[in-house]
């Protein structure tokens, strides 16, 4: 049997940190940016973790 390679676009989207979090970064970055504060942009700067109920979907995707 084969090896099974990991999805390149998932590699590309998440990072698995220390701990086996699985971090993302946030959506609604990429463009329109003019119509949202620079407090809304800000946040958006900072990635957060995956959720709970997604964390087993995206970690077959990387492993």
Do not use: P, V, W
């Amino acid at each position: 049997m084969s090896k099974l390679k990991r999805k390149s676009a998932a590699k590309k989207r998440f990072k698995i940190t220390g701990k086996n979090k699985i971090k993302r970064s946030r959506a609604y970055r990429r463009h329109l940016l003019t119509k949202k504060s620079s407090k809304a942009k800000r946040q958006l700067r900072k990635g957060c973790y995956i959720a709970k109920s997604d964390e087993r979907r995206i970690a077959n995707l990387l492993r």
